[in-house]
């Protein structure tokens, strides 16, 4: 099982905060976009901005890393703290 | 240390900390980051500020961690807000202390252009026109690019 | 404003000042530099501080002018003390609130920069083996040379 | 007349704070300090210093500058506060 997270506009546009999902051994973290339009195909326009960054386990990482079984993985748009 | 809260801080108190009991401090840098009425000609009422528990000190640790490795700093606090912010409000507070003005000024400087870009957190402005998320700025990545 | 005075100042208050009424202020940065224990590998028990009343304040408003030609300074403070100051004592606070981060940083660096090499103090440090007038550093002129 | 002034070790090695002078007419703070040494032969090892600043109503000059009757001079050593 992955845990997903989604925050600030991608969680409103998503209207999802959080869920939990199964992936194939070795996927990436396009794979796993990837998984979430199959499941819910209205995420497409969502998910397919060039703009989102991608954590594993609360670090920052490219769409090629692969998740592991029991990562918490979060998708969101460039920050804007400060 | 790192500080994630809603609740506002004392500049004054903050500074105290930072050089207490400290007379190696030659040098102390405050920076403080506040809800202002004009933000690229919008006319902001106020801020929700969301982030991401845990990645968002985790972040901000290696920050911290960054500016340690290129200057000597003494002591260090960074304070940041979350939640709903009026205009004039404090968002962020980061200080620094040590023995020299350039170590204390390029550190706080460093701090904030990498929690600009790198820290997990994001601004929602409430405005006459309603409430909109703000968009990340090239000008904080070019500034963020200065120290690489 | 520009302030010579025996006294201490609070960087509590300053800040307050500096913000206050002031929805415009995005960014407030302040410095503070201190009497510290090591300098330049003598210990300093303290330090008497001189100045040339009228040109120091007359440099300082010539350096303030130099700055807001350069960046955007809503309001700024300079405050040095003067007369006998020991370990720990603050020395000078530089406060400078702006729209933009950038500005408030340069603009303190800056101005911290052309006091310490234009305006008229002197610095005599109280040490276990007696007293001796400060040397001018090179690396305080080169500072400075930064922004021309 | 002239009021000359002296800051700092300056003032210290002088044994002197404040003085007046009489000048010729365009005189310039070389020929003010060669005037002083006349006065002061004590003085030619502290005001022979090419790190010595100089001030003329309290505005930082060259040596080269010509003083005018009624003119503050001073002469000080590099500042050292901040």
Known sequence: ?82 | MIVIQQNDFDVGEEYKALVADDTAAGAVVTFVGRVRDLNLGRDVLGLHLEHYPGMTEKSLQAIVDEAQSRWKILRWKIIHRIGDLHLGDNIVFVGVSSAHREDAFHAAEFLMDYLKTRAPFWKKELTKAGSVWVESQEKDLQAAKRWE
Chains 1, 4 share one sequence.
């Open chain 1, 1 to 82: 099982m992955i845990t997903v997270l989604f925050f600030a506009q991608l969680r409103e546009q998503l209207q999802c905060e959080k869920l939990s999902v199964e992936l194939p051994a070795d996927s990436s973290v396009t794979g796993l976009r990837e998984k979430l339009i199959e499941l819910h195909p209205t995420w497409l326009e969502f998910l397919a901005s060039d703009k989102l960054l991608f954590s594993v386990n609360q670090t920052l990482v490219k769409a090629s890393h692969v998740i592991q079984n029991g990562d918490e993985v979060a998708f969101f748009p460039p920050v804007t703290g400060g």
